[in-house]
């Protein structure tokens, strides 16, 4: 996957336009088009997609620890986020963009540290002003449950 260094090294929106969002999204997995840098910064990475449907997958180390020393919060959402969204993303056409409206996530237990994950965003609704989506946080070796959440996308004409 190519990393982004800088701002500059990242698309514009209006370069994300010109293509269908399945195609970027084809792009960061084939390592064509940038990933996001977050990815980098919490210890992810886009696994697979198609249309509808995407999953990054990760290790929560230390440096994602709140105080208490398990995993944040903000690592779950962020994963949950990303996968929903990604997968919203996918079916965007050429000609728009897209962004979290808003999105909740439900913590059903603690991620011990070092855990393969696999998080899955999936499309239940993809029209033209709005997408929604939900995804799952689970073991990539054992398939154990440890978050949900769901998420709604506004959808926009660029042009």
């Not at 996957?1 to 969002?21: C, F, N, V, W, Y």
């Not at 620890?65 to 996968?83: E, F, I, K, Q, R």
């Not at 029209?127 to 990539?140: D, I, K, P, Q």
Request: proline share 6%.
């Amino acid at each position: 996957m190519i990393h982004a260094q800088k701002p500059s090294d990242l698309l514009t929106a209006e370069q994300i336009s010109r293509i269908s969002g399945l195609d970027f999204m084809q792009g960061i997995l084939e390592g064509r088009l940038p990933g996001p840098p977050i990815a980098e910064t919490l210890g992810y990475r886009l696994h697979s997609v198609e249309e509808g449907r995407v999953v990054f997958r990760g290790t929560p180390d230390f440096h994602v620890c709140n105080p208490m020393g398990t995993v944040h919060g903000g690592w779950y959402g962020t994963l949950l986020d990303s996968a929903m969204a990604c997968a919203v993303m996918t079916r965007v056409p050429a000609g728009s963009v897209y962004t979290t409206l808003e999105y909740k996530i439900n913590i059903l237990r603690p991620v011990p540290l070092g855990t393969l994950i696999d998080c899955t965003g999936t499309v239940d609704h993809a029209g033209r002003s709005t997408g929604v989506a939900h995804g799952e946080l689970r073991g990539a070796g054992d398939g154990r449950l440890y978050a949900t959440g769901s998420t709604t996308c506004i959808v926009m004409k660029t042009a």
